[in-house]
């Protein structure tokens, strides 16, 4: 999809709203009688405010932009056009809209809002439509790309945000929004290699996120590397052997983070567990406000970086550094590499490539590095043309809603 031409791409924006539609819908069903309310939650938005800022960006960056045929040369502050819903800036411009005062703007009705959507891509399809016209280069392509991908981002946030608010999903949903069992393999031995991180953008590479840029190699010693994320089999071992009570196997600051959430909520294990067994490996877990048994074979999920951490930690292993996942992914997939069931934390943290300078929409990685852990992969709500193995996702080493897991390698 990072090399789609235009009719591929307007056949893509339409299923990535077809698909934020259908997400919307389960939101509509539980919560239209009480106008949509949800807790103020640093891990959530409004469904409303969610909702209309897809459409925003998409206007943003391509109904208003001209500059959008220059690509990620554009200017971030060049003038733009006139929204086609005059409120819209002050509404859902994500820069500006402070994250707590989200819940207090009077955003527009759903009929609005999705009439906002539907002329938001009635525009852009048009506009992909010229664009065939004066040739399918990367250039004039970059910003339907990015606002696709945006779009696909932003399903997944929709499921998340329904996990972490207990929504019942439709039943085709719920099935398709759940991790597979997988074949336990043995860990993988990858030889020393020099590696290339990253991406060049230029004429026929295709879209590149920002953070992916540039390229540059890197020197890997020999390493050894889990086949899948660890399961829950393995995790309950943790568990079993006090791993929640016992600081040694703890970042100091992932110590605080457990300590804090043990004194709020009696934190025993992952987010949304409700009973994980030592002795008899049961795991029971709240999926969409049900209380489901976890299989032992199935990744252990919405674990966060602390705990991942701890468990490497207890384990004698450790997280992997980005390098190495993204060679195993690329080098080890016939050998029984397997990813793209859950997210999966890395060991380093989020920083820029040597090289590096913003695209267009400067706050998309920018603001983060330093503080952010990097996850790889992609989950099985992540849509299939988003998983790439050299995309970087990024969040605080607490954050535990997303559908996270990890592997580990030797240290």
Request: glycine letters at 8%; proline letters at 7%.
């Amino acid at each position: 999809m990072r090399q789609a031409g235009c009719e591929v791409l307007s056949l893509a924006l339409m299923n990535a709203r077809n698909h934020t539609l259908q997400l919307f819908a389960q939101f509509q069903n539980a919560l239209e009688t009480v106008n949509f309310a949800v807790p103020r939650l640093p891990v959530l938005n409004p469904p409303l405010w969610e909702l209309g800022h897809v459409a925003w960006f998409q206007e943003r960056w391509i109904g208003r932009n001209l500059q959008r045929s220059l690509g990620a040369r554009c200017d971030p502050l060049q003038a733009r056009l006139a929204s086609i819903e005059p409120e819209a800036d002050r509404w859902w411009d994500s820069d500006q809209v402070a994250h707590a005062s989200r819940w207090t703007l009077k955003l527009p009705d759903v009929a609005r809002c999705r009439a906002y959507l539907l002329d938001s891509l009635e525009s852009t399809l048009d506009l992909l439509d010229k664009a065939r016209h004066h040739g399918e280069g990367d250039d004039a392509l970059y910003f339907y790309r990015l606002c696709l991908f945006h779009e696909d981002m932003h399903g997944e946030a929709f499921a998340y945000m329904a996990q972490t608010l207990g929504l019942a999903l439709d039943k085709p949903l719920l099935e398709a929004l759940a991790p597979p069992p997988l074949p336990v393999r043995e860990a993988l031995l990858l030889p020393a290699m020099q590696w290339q991180m990253g991406s060049s953008a230029g004429d026929g590479a295709g879209f590149v996120f920002d953070n992916e840029k540039a390229a540059h190699v890197i020197s890997v010693p020999e390493f050894e590397i889990d086949a899948q994320p660890v399961t829950w089999a393995q995790y309950v071992e943790f568990v079993g052997d006090g791993g929640y009570d016992r600081p040694e196997f703890w970042h100091p600051e992932g110590w605080q983070w457990l300590q804090a959430l043990t004194h709020l909520e009696g934190r025993r294990g992952p987010r949304y567990v409700e009973q994980i067994g030592a002795a008899s490996g049961a795991v029971m877990q709240m999926r969409f406000g049900k209380s489901m048994r976890m299989l032992g074979n199935q990744p252990a999920m919405h674990v966060s970086w602390w705990e991942a951490d701890a468990w490497c930690r207890w384990a004698g292993r450790r997280l992997p550094a980005e390098v190495e996942w993204e060679a195993a992914a690329h080098t080890a997939g016939h050998r029984g590499f397997r990813w793209g069931d859950v997210w999966e934390w890395m060991g380093t943290t989020f920083r820029p490539y040597p090289g590096f300078s913003p695209d267009p929409y400067q706050s998309y990685s920018q603001p983060w590095f330093g503080t952010h852990k990097v996850l790889r992969g992609g989950s099985f709500a992540t849509r299939a043309r988003m998983k790439h193995p050299k995309y970087r996702n990024f969040y605080l080493p607490g954050r535990d809603d997303i559908f996270c897991g990890f592997r580990s390698c030797s240290l």
